[in-house]
C-alpha cells in the first residue's frame, strides 16, 4: 500500500492517561517544512559544534520563531507514530509557559498511563530509545500515524534516541533521512556528527534484564534514562520492551 493511501488520523488524541497536557492539536503538515526539523532537532545537537554547522544564523533565527510559536499557543501540536499491538508514540509539544519542551510518550488504550520514554528541553530525560527500536517504529509501515514516511518518523523520533552500540549503518539511514525530508547540503556529514554527539543525554549502552535473559526487558545504563535498569519497576520495563517489539 502507498503512503498516500494509507489511513492518517484526522484529529489529535483527546487526552493522553496520566500526562497533563493539551488540547492537542494535529500538525502533519509540519513535517514538510525543513524550518520545523532544524527547530526540532537542534536541541538534541546544541552541544555538538560540528552539527552546528551545518545552520546558518538566518535559518536558525527562522527555526527557532516556529519552535517558540509551537511552544507558546493554547493548543499542544503532537505527532503520532503506530506500534504493533496498538502501541503508540506520542510526540507532543509541551506549551506550559516557562516549562515548554518536546515529550516522548509510549501508550495503549488498554493503559491507565502513558509512559514517559523521553523529554527534549526543559529538564532533558532519556534516551528512551535504542537504534533496533527507533529504526522499527519508523519502517512498520503500520497506517493511523501522523505520517507514514519512514524517513520523517525517523527524524521525529530521533531525539528520544541513545545508543553507544548503534551499527555503522546508521550514519547511511540517518543520512537518507535527512536527505528526504531536510535541506541540509552535507546530510552525511551531518549525520556522522549527530550520531556521534547523540544529544544531551549521551549515549548509553543497552542490555537484557535480568543478567541478559532474550526475554527480559531491554534497559540501558544512562542515568537520565526512564529505562535505566533501576528507574522504574521490573513489570514496567517489561512492558515497555514488549510494546517497542511488538509487530
Known sequence: MSHQHQQLPSAPPAAIPGYDGGPYRHR?????????????LHNWCADSEEAEEFVDEAEDLAAGRLQTGLLSGAEWPVFTVPLGGGHLLHVVYRAFAE???????????????????????????????????LVAA????????STAD???????????????????????????ALRARTRFAEPERLAAALLAAQGPCGAPRWHRMPDGAPNGALVNDGKYSPRHATALPAARQQRITAALAAR
Open 138 to 145: 519508523a519502517d512498520n509501515g503500520l497506517p493511523g500515524g
Open 99 to 133: 516549562d515548554e519542551g518536546i515529550d516522548y510518550l509510549l501508550h495503549h488504550p488498554e493503559w491507565d498511563a502513558a509512559e514517559p520514554l523521553a523529554a527534549d528541553e526543559g529538564s532533558f530525560s532519556g534516551p528512551g530509545l535504542c537504534w533496533d527500536e
Open 28 to 40: 502533519p503538515e509540519l513535517l514538510d517544512d525543513h524550518l520545523f526539523w532544524v527547530g526540532h
Open 150 to 176: 519512514p524517513h520523517a518518523r525517523l527524524l521525529l523520533l530521533l531525539p528520544a534516541f541513545g545508543d553507544a552500540d548503534a551499527p555503522v549503518g546508521a550514519v547511511d539511514r540517518l543520512a537518507a
